[in-house]
């Protein structure tokens, strides 16, 4: 199993500029999570997914869209960059009957918005 | 809304214990979560308690809490230097489909 595979590593971007971050699993997890981490605040969750077909808001929506059209895929969208989304996102995911007791994290997208 | 709170920093030799606390304010949370991150890595799930236990001990690790109060710690035995890491607490909701986390606390092991 790859586990939960994030791309990319790294990006930089202009301010107004949209990109899609990628997120997957491979090992059959309902929930999928994205979150994004700045210095001091620990990791503030952006949307989840409780299965195919279904997402909702978490801490911090604004700015961001995501859909999940299959289990493994949860692709985060950022439809006009701003400074202010300069972070580290990761995406997490995890059995839903499980709670978050079996959570697994990727290795994190870094991105700059300049 | 909730709130998990933690000191910024802790700094301990090697080989003795180190204590993290957390307070958090949701009474209703079911589970709370220790967390351990790496520098450029993600986070990786230490363990967990269920909010009817008070502690819960997995090798080297101790968790205690305190439902009362509120206030949650981990505590490493015999710490290492590869023990040295950001660990955040968090607490999930009472739906369980959200978690919240603390801002971390940066774990510095002296040789």
């Known amino acids: 199993n790859a586990g939960v595979t994030q791309t990319p590593k790294f990006q930089v971007l202009k301010t107004g500029q949209s990109m899609t971050l990628q997120c997957a699993q491979d090992?059959?997890?309902?929930?999928m999570s994205w979150y994004r981490q700045d210095p001091g605040m620990g990791l503030r969750l952006i949307h989840y997914?409780?299965?195919?077909?279904?997402?909702d808001q978490g801490e911090v929506p604004n700015g961001y869209n995501v859909s999940r059209s299959t289990t493994e895929d949860f692709p985060l969208r950022l439809l006009s960059a701003a400074p202010s989304q300069t972070s580290v996102y990761f995406c997490?995911?995890?059995?839903?009957?499980?709670?978050?007791?079996?959570?697994?994290f990727g290795p994190g997208t870094r991105l700059t918005v300049l | 809304g909730e709130d998990v709170e933690q000191s910024l920093f802790l700094s301990v030799r090697e080989g003795d214990s180190s204590v993290i606390n957390c307070t958090y304010t949701?009474?209703?949370?079911?589970?709370l979560y220790w967390y351990k991150q790496e520098p450029g890595a993600g986070l990786q799930l230490l363990t967990y308690?269920?909010?009817?236990?008070d502690m819960k001990q997995d090798q080297r690790l101790t968790v205690l809490l305190n439902k009362k109060d509120k206030h949650l710690s981990l505590r490493i035995a015999d710490t290492q230097t590869g023990d040295s890491a950001i660990y955040f607490c968090?607490?999930?909701?009472?739906?369980?489909?959200?978690?919240?986390f603390g801002g971390g606390t940066r774990l510095m092991v002296k040789p």
């Open positions: 997490a995911s995890s059995y839903r009957d499980q709670g978050f007791r079996e959570q697994f």
């Open positions: 090992m059959n997890h309902e929930y």
């Open positions: 997914s409780v299965g195919a077909g279904i997402t």
């Open positions: 949701d009474s209703s949370s079911t589970y």
């Open positions: 308690i269920f909010s009817n236990m």
């Open positions: 968090a607490e999930s909701n009472n739906a369980g489909n959200m978690l919240t």
